[in-house]
C-alpha cells in the first residue's frame, strides 16, 4: 500500500528546508522499501512548525514537525509502524492554532494539491461560480453587498458596492485587476493562498467577471514571489484545460480569461491607481481621483481591483450565501479575517478567525508572546503605515472601527510584535525613512516632508530643543496627514504619532502613565 504523506512546497517552508525534507523522506522511503506519495501541499500556517509534515491515516491526517531532513528515517519507520515519535503532534485538525480558527477564506489551505484542479473541485471548489452562473449578475453583486465583505487590503471599503459600481458602468471592455503586491510588513496572507489555494483566487476573480461583465483579468504580483507567481500561472493554465476560464466557463455564454503580471518591487505600487499604471508598463505613480479605477481603470476602461483575500472570500460567499458569511464577525467588520502574526512572536503564523477577538488574546494568547520570551512592550498593526499599539491597548478589539477610533488601522491584518529591547524613537524614525524611499514623488508631503520629518526626529533623538521640535514633528504630521495624495504620505503619521504617543520616554520625555500596565 502506498503512504502518503504531505509536504508543503510553500516559500515559508521552502526557507526552512521543506525540499530537503522531501528528498530526505524518497531517499528513506528507498532505503526501507516503501511505496510513499508525496503531496506538495500549502502551509497550515503554523510557521514555527514547518517544514510541517503530514501523513495520511485511515483516522485522518497525522502532524509532524518541525521536520529535519535528519528526522526523515525515523519519521518514515513511526508512521508506518504507528509508532510514537518525538515530533508527533497528533491529529492535523486538533493541533490547538489550527482548532481555535474559522478557516472560511483558507478552509482549503494546507489541505489540498495547489496544482490539482481536481482536489480543489473534490474539496468544495467551484461551487460559488455554480451558484453566480445560476443566479446571475445582479444577484451575484448582491449577495457580496449583503456578505458585508470589506476590502482586506488595507482599506476596507465594501467589496460589493464596489462591484455595483463597475458592473452599471457602461463600457464595452471591463478589467478584473487583483492586487497580489502584499507589500506590508508582517504579512504574508496573499502568498499563502497563491502558493495554497490559487484556485480559489481564481474562482473569486472569474465570479467578480461575470458579476461585473468583464473578460479579462490580471493578477499583479510582487517580484518578491516567485513561488507564488509560478503556482499560479500553473493554476491558470490547469483551469484553462479544465474549462474553467476561456470561451464559456463551466458551459455558460461568459468568457473569461486572465494572467500573472509581476512587479518590480515598490511598495506604493500596492496602491490601487500606482498598480494600473504599473500594469500599463508606466513608472508606478499615483493618480489622483477621481476618476475612480471603477470607472477608469486599466487602460482607461472600468475596473474591479480587489486584494486576493477580497476575491479568495468570495467562492464560500456565494456557496453558502451572504447570510453564513455575515453572521460571523462584529459591527460593520463581518466575517473573517485572516490574521498574520509576525516579528518577535512566539507562534507565529496565520490564524484566520471572526472578527472581534482582541489584540491581547491574538497576541498573548494566540501568539504567546514573544519568542525572546521578554515581555512584549509594542506591536504594530496593519503594515508599515499603521499604529503602534502599546500593551494599554490590547483590548482593542479585531475590527475596522475600533482601530481608527484609537488612531490605528487594522490594514492587511498584520501583526507584528516588539518586545521590551525595541527602540520606538527609531521605530518612528523608520516610519519616515521608509515613506521618503517608497514616495512616489508626486506631491510634496510626502517627497519632502518625510526626509524633513526624518531630520527633526534626528534633532529630538539629539535632544536639540525637544519641545520645539517635538512640536514641528507635530504639526509636520499634520501637514503629511491632510496634504498627501494616497496614503502612503497620508498614514505615515500613525507609526510616528503613536510613537511619540504612547512611547514619549524614548523621545527622551517623561513615560506616560498606563492605565493597563
Ligand atoms: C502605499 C499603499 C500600498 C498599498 N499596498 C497594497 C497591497 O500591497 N495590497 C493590497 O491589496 N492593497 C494595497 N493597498 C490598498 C490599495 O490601494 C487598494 O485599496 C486595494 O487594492 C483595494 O482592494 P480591496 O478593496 O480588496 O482591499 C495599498 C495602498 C497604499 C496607499
Ligand atoms: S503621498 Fe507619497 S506616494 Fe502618495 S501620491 Fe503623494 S508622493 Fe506619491
Redesign the pocket.
Known amino acids: 500500500m502506498t503512504l502518503r504523506l504531505y509536504v508543503p512546497i510553500d516559500a515559508g517552508a521552502l526557507a526552512v528546508g521543506a525540499e530537503e525534507v522531501a528528498a530526505a523522506l524518497r531517499a528513506a522511503a528507498a532505503r526501507q522499501n516503501v511505496a510513499i506519495d508525496i503531496v506538495r501541499n500549502g502551509s497550515r500556517g503554523l510557521y514555527w512548525l514547518e517544514p510541517m509534515v503530514e501523513a495520511q491515516t485511515p483516522a485522518g491526517r497525522v502532524a509532524y514537525g518541525p521536520v529535519a531532513p535528519g528526522d526523515a528515517e525515523s519519521l518514515l519507520a513511526a508512521i508506518r509502524s504507528g509508532g510514537a515519535h518525538r515530533l508527533h503532534l497528533g491529529p492535523t485538525e486538533d493541533i490547538p492554532y489550527l482548532k481555535r480558527q474559522t478557516r472560511l477564506t483558507f478552509a482549503r489551505c494546507g489541505v489540498v494539491d495547489p496544482r490539482s484542479l481536481d482536489d480543489y473541485r473534490a474539496y468544495d471548489g467551484y461551487k460559488g461560480l455554480a451558484q453566480a452562473l445560476s443566479l446571475g449578475a445582479e444577484a451575484t453583486v448582491e449577495q457580496v453587498v449583503q456578505s458585508g465583505l470589506r476590502g482586506r487590503g488595507g482599506a476596507g471599503f465594501p467589496t460589493g458596492i464596489k462591484w455595483r459600481t463597475v458592473a452599471q458602468t457602461q463600457s464595452a471592455q471591463k478589467y478584473i485587476v487583483c492586487n497580489a503586491d502584499e507589500g506590508d510588513s508582517g504579512t504574508f496572507a496573499d502568498r499563502m493562498i497563491m502558493e495554497g489555494d490559487p484556485f480559489v483566487l481564481i474562482e473569486g476573480m472569474t465570479i467578480a467577471a461575470i458579476a461585473v461583465g468583464a473578460s479579462r483579468g490580471y493578477v499583479y504580483i510582487r517580484s518578491e514571489y516567485p513561488h507564488a507567481a509560478a503556482t499560479m500561472e500553473a493554476a491558470i493554465a490547469a483551469a484553462r484545460r479544465g474549462g474553467c476560464l476561456g470561451q464559456r466557463i463551466a458551459g455558460s455564454s461568459f468568457a473569461f480569461d486572465m494572467e500573472v503580471r509581476v512587479g518590480a518591487g515598490a511598495y506604493?505600487c500596492g496602491?490601487e491607481t500606482s498598480l494600473l499604471d504599473s500594469l500599463e508598463g508606466k513608472r508606478g505613480?499615483?493618480r489622483a481621483k477621481p476618476p475612480l479605477p471603477a470607472h477608469k481603470g486599466l487602460f482607461g476602461q472600468p475596473t474591479v481591483i480587489n486584494n486576493v483575500l477580497s476575491f479568495a472570500s468570495v467562492p464560500i460567499i456565494m456557496e453558502k450565501g451572504a447570510a453564513f458569511y455575515r453572521d460571523f464577525g462584529m459591527g460593520k467588520s463581518r466575517g473573517t479575517m485572516p490574521i498574520q502574526l509576525a516579528g518577535n512572536v512566539k507562534y507565529g503564523g496565520l490564524f484566520e478567525a471572526a472578527f472581534g477577538m482582541t489584540l491581547g488574546e491574538l497576541v498573548d494568547d494566540v501568539g504567546g508572546g514573544t519568542r525572546s520570551g521578554r515581555p512584549v512592550r509594542a506591536v504594530q498593526v496593519g503594515g508599515p503605515l499603521g499604529a503602534y499599539f502599546p500593551r494599554a491597548l490590547f483590548d482593542t478589539p479585531f475590527d475596522y472601527e475600533a482601530f481608527a477610533a484609537r488612531e490605528g488601522l487594522i490594514g492587511h491584518g498584520g501583526i507584528v510584535v516588539f518586545d521590551d529591547t525595541v527602540d520606538m524613537a527609531k521605530q518612528a524614525r523608520f516610519a519616515l525613512e521608509f515613506?521618503a524611499i517608497?514616495?512616489?514623488?508626486?506631491?510634496t508631503?510626502?517627497?519632502v516632508g518625510s526626509t524633513r520629518g526624518m531630520e527633526v526626529i534626528d534633532r529630538i533623538i539629539r535632544n536639540e530643543n525637544r519641545a520645539a521640535n517635538t512640536a514641528l514633528l507635530e504639526d509636520l504630521c499634520h501637514t503629511l496627514k491632510f496634504g498627501?495624495?494616497?496614503?502612503?504620505?497620508?498614514f505615515t503619521p500613525y507609526p510616528v504619532m503613536s510613537a511619540l504617543t504612547h512611547f514619549p520616554e524614548d523621545f527622551g520625555a517623561p513615560p506616560r502613565l498606563q492605565a493597563a500596565e
Open positions: 506604493v496602491e505613480l499615483v515613506c517608497e514616495s512616489c514623488g508626486k506631491c508631503p510626502c517627497r498627501s495624495l494616497c496614503a502612503l504620505g497620508g
